[in-house]
Nanobody, 130 residues
């Protein structure tokens, strides 16, 4: 059993910042070799890729819509992945989900596919007011 618990969401004005955290746990889950991602889902829309990071933290990839504004990072000692979100826009409003895979992906396109991840958190709401 793998548990992913997100936190840090909330209501913020446009131009503001939030930092999301995702704490991972599980007896058979090794966070330090896991591929991690953030996805978001707005009402009436499909879940979409936001950012991902490889197991060492040496490779990150982002959706075009968040490049230059969001930063993904991880702390393997704390089994936690973060998403720093700056210059937030109303269109960033969504439920943000953390995702994990025990596989090491071979391409950035794989990291961006929601079907590549086997474990998901319940999500944290981010609301950006104009």
């Amino acid at each position: 059993q793998v548990q992913l618990v997100e936190s840090g969401g909330g209501l913020v004005q446009a131009g503001g910042s939030l930092r999301l955290s995702c704490a991972a746990s599980g007896r058979t889950f090794t966070f330090s070799t896991a591929s991690m991602g953030w996805f978001r889902q707005a009402p009436g829309k499909e879940r979409e890729f936001v950012a991902a990071i490889n197991w060492t933290g040496s490779m990150t990839t982002y959706a075009d819509s968040v490049k230059g504004r969001f930063t993904i990072s991880r702390d393997n000692a704390k089994n936690t992945v973060y998403l720093q979100m700056n210059s937030l826009k109303p269109e960033d409003t969504a439920v943000y989900h953390c995702a994990a895979s025990s596989s090491i992906f071979g391409s950035s396109s794989r990291y961006a596919s929601r079907y590549a991840y086997g474990y998901w958190g319940q999500g944290t709401q981010v609301t950006v007011s104009s």
